[in-house]
C-alpha cells in the first residue's frame, strides 16, 4: 500500500498542476472547449516526460532539454485550448511555469528540515534502541508522510503565488506589445533559468554516493530563499509597473477622446439649438398664417372648402413639434438623432423615452448630461444590433430625481452575453480593438465621478439595465478615489455600456 501511495505524488502533483493551470490560463484568456479539457493533457505531458526522461543527478543537461521542451508543449496547450494572441500565450506559459518550478525550490528547501529526524532514526537503529527493520519502517512511513505533506504545501504555495500575480494584474484585456511582453517576462524567465540551474546541480553524485549541494555549499541554505523572493517580488513587481503605464495610458487617451466628444457635442449642441429654435420661429408663423387664411376663408365662396384645407395645414404644423420633450432641447435633438439613427439600422426598433424628464432647474452641464446620453444610447444600439431577428429590438429610457441625485435608467435588448474578465469593473469589449474603443465607458465613469456619482448595471436574460447616478450639483475636477459619498467605489459597481 505504501508503495503505492509513493508512485502516486508525482501523479498527484501533476493533476494539481493542471487544475491550476486551467484555473490560471482562464483569468487571462477564454476557453475554446470545455473549462478542464488542458488537465489531463497537461497530465498525460508530464507523466509520458516521466517516464521516457526520468530525474537523474549525473544528467543535468537532460533536465534542461526535458524543461525547455515541456515549456513549448505548454505553450502548444495554451493555444490550442485557449483563445487568446501570441503575447498572452507565451506569458501565460512562462509565468506559470517559472513560478511552478519557485514552488517546487521552495518545497526542496523544506525537506531539509527533516533531516534531522532522518538522522535521530539512523541514531536510533545504531544504538540498537530499535531494530533495524522497525527503523526503516519508521523512516519509510516518514517520508510518505512528508512527500504528501510537500506536495499539499506545493500545491498551496502555487495557487497563492498565482492568485497573487492574477490579483496584481488588472489589466488583463489590453493587448501586450512584444516590448511590453519581454519586460513583463524577464523575471519569469530568470527565475525559470534559476530553478533549472538549482534543480539540476542539487544532487551530485561522489564516490557513487549522492550529495547535495548544500553539503558543498552551506550558505547557499540562506542564499537560495533569498533569490526566490527577489525572483517573485520581481515577477509581481513587473506587473505592477506595467499596470501603472498602462492606466496612464488609457487616462491619457480618454481624456482626448472625452476632450474630442466634449468639443464635438458642443458644436453640435449649439448647431441643434440654432436649427430648433429656427423650426419653432417657422412653425409658429406658417401656423398664424395659416390660422389667418382660415378666417379669411369665411368670406369666400367656397368656405367650407378652405377651411378644411387650413384646418388641416393647422392641425398638422401643432402636430409637428419635437419628437421628444425632455425639458431641454439639447437633450431632445440628441434623443432625436440618437432615434433616427437606431431607426436607420433597425427600422422595427421601439424606442421610448416619454418618461425620461429633467428639472426645471438643474446645475448639471448639459454637456456632461449629453456626452453620458450619448455613450450610453450609442452602446444600446449597438446591443440591439445583436439582437436574434425574431426579436424586437427595444429602448427605454427613464429619469427621476431623488433626495438632490438625477437618477436615469436605460433598459435595451441584447443577445445576453456578457464577457466579463475577473477583476476588470467592466466587461469585455467586443470591438476590434478594444484598447482604442471602449473608451466611452470609461469617459461615462469619469463624467459621473465628478458629479459625485456612479454607473452600474445588470442583466436579466436578454434585458440589459443601466443606471446613471449623479448629483445635481456643480462638477468637481477631483475627488479622494475609490469612495462616493463615505460608500466604497465598489458598491457602485461599472456599467456595462461597453458591451459590444
Given at each position: 500500500m505504501r508503495d503505492i501511495l509513493l508512485e502516486n505524488v508525482t501523479f498527484l502533483m501533476d493533476l494539481f498542476q493542471g487544475v491550476l493551470l486551467a484555473w490560471y490560463a482562464r483569468k487571462f484568456a477564454t476557453p475554446r472547449f470545455l473549462k478542464f479539457y488542458i488537465v489531463p493533457v497537461h497530465v498525460l505531458i508530464r507523466e509520458f516526460f516521466q517516464y521516457i526522461l526520468p530525474a537523474d543527478p549525473e544528467k543535468t543537461w537532460t533536465m534542461m532539454v526535458k524543461q525547455l521542451i515541456l515549456l513549448l508543449l505548454l505553450y502548444l496547450c495554451v493555444r490550442v485550448f485557449y483563445k487568446t494572441y501570441v503575447q498572452m500565450s507565451v506569458y501565460i506559459s512562462i509565468s506559470f511555469m517559472a513560478i511552478s518550478e519557485i514552488?517546487?525550490?521552495?518545497?526542496?528547501?523544506?525537506?531539509?528540515?527533516?533531516?534531522?529526524?532522518?538522522d535521530k532514526y539512523v541514531q536510533l537503529i545504531a544504538d540498537g534502541r530499535i531494530s533495524f527493520e522497525k527503523g526503516m519502517a519508521l523512516i519509510n512511513n516518514t517520508a510518505l508522510i512528508m512527500q504528501y505533506a510537500m506536495m499539499a504545501i506545493y500545491a498551496l504555495t502555487l495557487?497563492?503565488?498565482?492568485?497573487?500575480?492574477?490579483?496584481?494584474?488588472r489589466f488583463?484585456?489590453?493587448?501586450?506589445?512584444?516590448?511590453?511582453?519581454?519586460?513583463?517576462?524577464?523575471?519569469?524567465?530568470?527565475?525559470?533559468?534559476?530553478?533549472?540551474?538549482?534543480?539540476?546541480t542539487f544532487f551530485t553524485i561522489e564516490d557513487g554516493k549522492p550529495r547535495m549541494i548544500y553539503d558543498t555549499y552551506p550558505f547557499l541554505y540562506f542564499l537560495i530563499p533569498v533569490v526566490l523572493v527577489l525572483i517573485l517580488a520581481g515577477i509581481v513587481l513587473a506587473i505592477l509597473s506595467y499596470q501603472k503605464l498602462a492606466k496612464k495610458n488609457e487616462e491619457a487617451i480618454g481624456a482626448v477622446l472625452l476632450k474630442e466628444q466634449m468639443?464635438?457635442?458642443?458644436?453640435?449642441?449649439?448647431?441643434m439649438e440654432r436649427t430648433g429654435e429656427e423650426n419653432k420661429r417657422l412653425r409658429h408663423d406658417i401656423k398664424n398664417i395659416a390660422d389667418m387664411l382660415l378666417e379669411h376663408s369665411y368670406n369666400t365662396d367656397n368656405s367650407h372648402e378652405w377651411k378644411a384645407f387650413f384646418a388641416d395645414v393647422s392641425d398638422r404644423m401643432a402636430s409637428n413639434g419635437a419628437e421628444f420633450s425632455t425639458g431641454s432641447h439639447v437633450c431632445d435633438s440628441l434623443l432625436s438623432m440618437k432615434y433616427h439613427d437606431a431607426k436607420e439600422k433597425m427600422p422595427d426598433i421601439r424606442f421610448l423615452a416619454d418618461a425620461f424628464l429633467?428639472?426645471?432647474?438643474?446645475?448639471?452641464?448639459?454637456?456632461d448630461l449629453s456626452i453620458l446620453l450619448g455613450n450610453a444610447l450609442d452602446n444600446a444600439i449597438e446591443a440591439c444590433m445583436g439582437v436574434k431577428p425574431d426579436n424586437i429590438p427595444f429602448i427605454e429610457l427613464s429619469s427621476a430625481?431623488?433626495?438632490?441625485?438625477?437618477?436615469?435608467?436605460?433598459?435595451?435588448?441584447?443577445d445576453g452575453r456578457i464577457d466579463m474578465t475577473a477583476g476588470e469593473k467592466f466587461p469585455a469589449s467586443r470591438k476590434a480593438d478594444p484598447q482604442k474603443h471602449g473608451m466611452g465607458m470609461e469617459n461615462m465613469e469619469r463624467i459621473a465621478d465628478r458629479y459625485y456619482g456612479g454607473i452600474s448595471f445588470e442583466a436579466n436574460g436578454s434585458v440589459f439595465d443601466l443606471h446613471i447616478m449623479i448629483q445635481d450639483r456643480e462638477p468637481v475636477e477631483k475627488r479622494e478615489p475609490d469612495t462616493v459619498r463615505g460608500c466604497k467605489a465598489g458598491e457602485i459597481t461599472g456599467s456595462a455600456s461597453d458591451r459590444t
Open positions: 514552488c517546487i525550490m521552495i518545497v526542496v528547501e523544506m525537506t531539509q528540515l527533516c533531516s534531522p529526524v532522518y495557487w497563492l503565488l498565482l492568485r497573487l500575480v492574477t490579483r496584481n494584474f488583463r484585456t489590453l493587448k501586450l506589445e512584444n516590448t511590453e511582453l519581454l519586460f513583463m517576462i524577464s523575471p519569469a524567465v530568470t527565475g525559470l533559468v534559476l530553478a533549472n540551474i538549482f534543480r539540476g468639443t464635438a457635442m458642443e458644436e453640435h449642441v449649439k448647431e429633467l428639472p426645471k432647474t438643474m446645475k448639471i452641464r448639459i454637456y430625481k431623488r433626495k438632490g441625485m438625477l437618477l436615469i435608467h436605460i433598459s435595451n435588448s441584447f
